[in-house]
Structure formats: C-alpha cells, structure tokens
C-alpha cells in the first residue's frame, strides 16, 4: 500500500470539471477496525505513517494539507491501532490539527517552522525506524536475499522495483495477487533492461534499438557482451530461463504462491547476478 492507495476520486468534480482527490475514509475505519484482506498491515502501517506525518507538517509549517479536522482525527486513530498491531508504540498529545497547534505553542513552536518540524520529528523518527527495521526483516524473510553485504543495488530505479516486489508477494494472498508478483517481476526486468542496456554499446549495425519491455534481447546483448565466451554460456542461459519464467507468472491464468515466490526469488538473483558484471561488491 501507498499513501495515494489511501485516497479515490470524489464523486464531485473539480472547479475545472476534472477528478477530485478525497480521503477514503471506509478504508481508514477498515484498518482501524482490522487488518484487511489482500493488504500487509506493515504496509499499511507505513502508508498511515507517511500520511499523518506529512499533513501535520504540512499544516504546521507552509499549509497546503489535504484533510480537516475529522480526517487527521481519524487518521490518527487508524495509524494508532495499525501500529499497535505491529508491535510499535505512538501516542500523539493531540487529536486533530487544532489539538497539534495549541500543542505547539505550549512547547515552544510559536513562529519557528523548523521547531515544529522538530517536534514531529520527535514522535515520527523512532516510529519510522522501528517500521524500516521491520519490513527489512519481513522482506529477507519472505523472498531471497543477496550475498553481498548491500543492501542495495544502487540503480535507484532497479531498486524502487525490486522494493515493490517485495512489498506485494508479502501481502499476496489470492490468484490475482500472485499474478501481480508477475507483473512485478516484470517490471524489475524492464527497469534493469533500461539501467544496463546502452545503445551505444549494445546496438549493432543496422539494428533498432529494442524497447524496454524487450527484456530478452535487451538483457540478453547486455550478457553477451559484459560475458562473452564459452564460459560464462550458463549465466547467458539463466538470465533467458529468468525472464522466462517471470513472464509466464504474468500470464499464468492460476498462479500459486510457489511459483510467485519462486519468479520473485529468481528475479532478484539475476539483478544482483548483472550488478556483479560491472561491479565486484
């Protein structure tokens, strides 16, 4: 879950006839109530973090906050119990954005943004840690995990995708879901082939230049020409039977959690096979 998963459009449109944002406020009493189907509550847990956080600074310093006084209020109270959940403690010393500027002034923020961020920063910093070190260890839990010590692959696009995988073969519990962790296998390979492939260097005379979503060719002039030779011909074969399988998941009209978990798995020893050619961690 996103924090935008946290907002649909309104049944009223725009002073220019175009779609409104509005909070979704079923969901929020749906959290608060219980963890909800096809959704990880660590997930939800951060999106409500990144929400309520960023609407109590955005009212405490420059303004331009998307909900009123019931939203945040209400907000609040589905953040509360989700991360209660979870096993991580807040408790905020206001109910709603009035209750946060009388909280303020009492403490030294009146005319001084940067010590309201502060005081935010107070409550929301520990929260957020305990909420990284958790989906970390939900994340090398549930799909594999590299050799190296990084925990990164540094290709910031790469990454964004590998995280998003991660995140959604963790809350997946139905078909359709598992079908999704194909899509999100995808995209990892499609990001890659835009990290790695370069025209310039893997584009021979008289060819178009493949589009990203030509994983195979792209990724496969990538490996023939970072691992040319006889032997490195077993890698070449695992990135073709890679990207393989992360297809058929995508199109799998009854996928399984194995095969999900297993594409997933695949998917992320390839990036981190390829992050190896250019770069000895």
Sequence with gaps: MHVDDLFGESSTPGPWGTPELELRTDLLTALRAGPIPGEDDLSCAIALTH????????????????LDEAQIELAQRSLRAVLERAGVSLNLPWRNFTGF?????????????QARRDLLDGFFEPVQAELDRL????????????????TTTGW????????????????ATTTQ????VGNRSVAVLEALSRTVYDPTRHLRGGETEPSADKTKQRLGRYIEDSLA??????????ATKVIELAHSVKHSSRPTRREAGIAADSVILLVNILRRVDQDF
Aim: aromatic fraction near 10%.
């Design 229 to 238: 030779g006889q032997d490195n011909e077993a890698i070449r074969g695992v």
């Design 135 to 150: 989906e970390e260890a939900q994340f090398r839990a549930v799909v594999a995990e590299a050799v190296s010590p990084h």
């Design 51 to 66: 929400l309520v956080w960023g609407e109590l600074l955005a009212y405490g310093t420059q303004g331009g906050q998307r």
């Design 156 to 171: 910031p696009k790469v990454d964004e995708e590998l995280t998003e995988l991660k995140r959604r073969f963790r809350s």
């Design 101 to 113: 500027r009388s909280y303020w002034l009492r403490n030294d923020g009146h005319g001084s943004w």
């Design 177 to 180: 879901d598992y079908r999704d």
